[in-house]
């Protein structure tokens, strides 16, 4: 189902437009790893900060394999584009909604895992858009209290988890809000700490309906099918982009000229079907700064 909420509502300031996924353009964009000093001379010597979430399964995680090894949709597509722009990157782990406040601090240069856009996101950072959001309502296996949408009868005093500091925590409070104008019971809210703990608290009877990236909703059910499934899904109409430190204005255009290039070589579908990750859901790569 679509839903056309004002809360899922985003517009900014266009820097840069590139191409559409599976479209040619006149002269394709190409990696130029050995030109590093010639196109982005602030890039050079410098290893790049990527700030990550490994608990945020298909976008970021652990490789089971060897645990100190990162894998994931975001995690490749970091990698994929700093292998074209020619510079070293280290990622440095932490709480999701930690990696905000870091970019903006200076102490990592960009976020890159799943990071929705928002205007009030990039009044602290800049942004590259190259993908675009579903939402997913996952709920334990059987649906036992029929959520089947975010309309107020069937979410009015359900208690609902939202990953901290999220889109779609705050779509809970506002819809809660309603709740309470209408005469219905309100949301009882549960803030997640990280991804893992808002599948634990559906597994755990201690929450309703988690409301989580579509991608990560998909990857958990995959891997519990006897206990969630998906409620429902929301065509936001969100973009996803990485989050770029505003005074890295060379480094935002490096990301966008290597995911363009990626885009024309093929890699980047790849790192999709890799991942089952729709290609449709890829949008031009564009700059936002407000």
Known sequence: MKWTSQFFVATGLLIAVGMMPGR???????????????????????????????????YTMRDPDNFEHL?????????????????????KVGSWSGQLPAVANGQTDIMWDTLYYTPERAQQMDFVIYFTAATGGLVAKGNPKKITSLDLDAVCGIRAAAALGS????????????????????????????????YRAIMNDRADLYLINFG??????????DALEMGFKIETGIKVGVGVNKDEKELAKAIADAMMAMRADGSEKAVYDKYNIDYSLALPIEILEE
Do not use: R, W
Not at 71 to 77: A, C, N, P, Y
Not at 216 to 225: D, E, G, H, L, R
């Open 71 to 91: 894998i994931g949709f975001d995690t490749e597509l970091a990698e994929t584009a700093f292998k074209c722009i020619g510079a070293p990157i280290e990622f």
């Open 24 to 58: 040619a353009a006149a002269a394709d964009p190409t990696c130029q790893p050995d030109q590093l000093a010639t196109k982005y001379p602030s890039l050079v010597g410098k290893t790049i900060k990527v700030g990550t979430d490994p608990e945020t399964p298909p």
């Open 167 to 198: 889109v779609e925590e705050k779509t809970f409070h506002d819809i809660s809000d309603k709740c309470t104008a209408a005469g219905k019971d309100p949301i009882e809210i549960f803030v997640a700490p990280d991804l893992t703990a808002g």
């Open 216 to 225: 990560a909703a998909s990857q958990m059910i995959a891997q519990n099918p």
